[in-house]
């Protein structure tokens, strides 16, 4: 009959679901503005064991990424709380960014996660605009503020320019998930820079794992 009245863990849970950073018509990607809140009423619980976060997140804006990794371990540190992530679909790129977060990442064995890199992406509209008659004006004041128009010829040093770019922010995430998961990740798994594998997790759960991990943390 005691155990009735036995008190419950409370653990809070934090839901990140969807593209990183403000996107589309309503803005309805996660931000760190709109889940700053959230994460320090989640880490104020102060008899809370831990912060579950599960992640479901093909990523996104890297800045916002970094903002929400960043704040999760600020406020992990300061009330001494430990971090358990929960990869659903998906926790790639900046969503696995987030994750790294976690003192312990788990994930279901046909979740994808790592993809550990960065893209930039566009298309050309030169051919077509000569073809309906367009011509393109452009009138810049300071080098390089018509960097990769889509509607003028690629230039070899805006490629490069933008290459360079997306080699300085590729070092800053493997420096993130070597210094967070470099104990559980072999050296050549974080050199290799993209995986689609679960080898970026602690432990991969079937169905009934999962309820069973779930459980030992009190949800």
């Not at 010829?153 to 080699?167: G, H, V």
């Not at 689609?196 to 999962?210: C, K, Y």
């Amino acid at each position: 009959m005691l155990s009735v009245f036995k008190k419950k863990k409370i653990i809070p849970h934090i839901k990140l679901a969807g593209v990183i950073g403000n996107v589309g018509k309503f803005k309805q990607g996660i931000d760190f503005s709109g889940q700053e809140e959230i994460i320090l009423k989640a880490f104020s619980v102060k008899k809370a064991p831990c912060v579950a976060i599960t992640i479901n997140s093909p990523g996104g804006s890297p800045v916002q990424s970094h903002l929400i990794f960043n704040f999760i371990r600020q406020q992990a540190k300061k009330n001494k709380k430990k971090v358990i992530v929960f990869a659903e679909d998906i926790a790639a790129s900046g969503g696995y960014l987030i994750a790294c977060a976690g003192d312990e990442i788990y994930a279901n064995s046909s979740s994808i996660i790592g993809s550990i890199g960065v893209i930039y992406s566009s298309f050309g509209f030169t051919e077509l605009i000569k073809k309906i008659g367009v011509e393109r004006r452009v009138h810049t004041a300071g080098k390089n503020k018509s960097t990769l128009d889509p509607f003028l010829e690629e230039k070899k040093e805006d490629i490069e320019r933008l290459k360079n770019i997306q080699l300085d922010l590729h070092k800053d995430f493997i420096n993130v998930v070597e210094k967070s998961r470099g104990e559980k990740l072999k050296k050549s798994e974080v050199e290799l820079k993209l995986s689609s594998s679960n080898d970026h997790v602690d432990q991969v759960a079937n169905i009934l794992e999962e309820k069973s991990i779930w459980q030992k943390y009190g949800l």
